[in-house]
């Protein structure tokens, strides 16, 4: 490793130093290793180094806040991504965005999803105020539901990002957990990933999103059938289970015995299951006797 942090290169004898001279599973062991050290010196020093999207705590917590919803609100956020998935199997539903004309049975719908943290909530609501006030905000029921519902201005923006990181640091100097006070603040228009005839992979963009910055999740299905709107809340509950137990299985890690389930994660861990033959069929959820681990 470099001064700058930078991994310049490995020492191990098992498999050669250049990427392209290894086989998969020689690369898919590397990138294990350098998922687990981002993970270690998070849990270890607290530093922001997994990606939020491949960050099981983040991705529990929208799970979780997602069983918090009201149905009302459950409905306003992912119901049309149930009403697209709906559509493929009731000819009656219209679909809400259309499916690309190049796509074929590989298409997945994907929306990003966005949590916050009512600082009234926590315990350092007191404290909370008086960072508010310093950066010219208020913290008022009424407000921080405008601020929520609200399209913010660049200023408005940098102040709420300016005030939520200094939150975030006197939460760490406090030692005071946040996790009560998060809730789901928004969640994307719906957008596709999809192969062509080719097998070339094509991403669109969502046409709306509520906020500029990394999502805490990404859900990405294919269009299952979702019945009703509490057995595809039920869904989307397990669908986050395994991408959590995606994390830890892709840095090697045994998952949690709470994610050692069966089914579709992210895209990505979907297709090293199925292309490497180090892993069992993690995505199948009709794979016998495989989380045994």
Same mark, same amino acid.
């Given at each position: ?40 010196? &998070?849990?270890? =020093?607290? /530093?922001?180094? !997994?990606? *939020?999207? %491949? ?5 529990? +917590?929208?799970? @979780? $806040? ?42 997945? &719908?994907?929306? =990003?999803? /966005?949590?916050? !943290?009512? *600082?009234? %909530? ?5 404290? +909370?105020?008086? @960072? $508010? ?161």
């Amino acid at each position: 490793m470099r001064f700058d942090g930078e991994i310049d290169g490995h020492e191990c004898d098992a498999y050669h130093d250049k990427a392209a001279k290894r086989t998969p599973e020689e690369n898919e062991y590397s990138e294990q290793a350098r998922k687990f050290a981002r993970y270690y010196v &998070y849990l270890e =020093r607290g /530093y922001d180094t !997994v990606p *939020p999207v %491949d960050h099981p705590e983040r991705i529990d +917590a929208v799970r @979780l $806040a997602l069983q918090e919803l009201s149905d009302d609100e459950f409905e306003a956020l992912f119901g049309d991504l149930h009403q697209q998935m709906q559509s493929y199997h009731d000819t009656t539903t219209d679909r809400v965005i259309p499916e690309p004309a190049a796509a074929t049975e590989d298409i997945l &719908y994907r929306q =990003r999803v /966005y949590l916050g !943290v009512n *600082p009234l %909530d926590t315990d350092l609501a007191q404290q +909370a105020e008086g @960072l $508010a006030h310093a950066h010219g905000l208020d913290l008022s029921e009424d407000s921080l539901l405008e601020t929520i519902v609200d399209e913010l201005t660049g200023d408005q923006r940098d102040d709420w990002e300016a005030f939520g990181e200094d939150l975030a640091d006197l939460a760490d100097d406090e030692d005071v957990s946040l996790d009560d006070s998060v809730y789901i603040d928004g969640a994307s228009s719906l957008y596709a990933t999809y192969l062509d005839e080719s097998g070339v992979q094509h991403d669109t963009e969502p046409d709306q999103d509520p906020h500029d910055r990394e999502p805490d999740t990404l859900i990405e299905l294919p269009p299952i059938d979702p019945h009703s709107l509490d057995q595809f809340r039920a869904y989307l509950d397990h669908h986050l289970k395994c991408q959590i137990r995606d994390c830890f299985i892709r840095m090697g890690v045994h998952p949690p015995e709470e994610f050692r389930v069966l089914g579709n994660g992210r895209l990505e861990s979907v297709a090293a299951y199925k292309l490497l033959e180090m892993y069992p069929d993690y995505h199948d959820p009709d794979a016998d006797d495989i989380l045994t681990i």
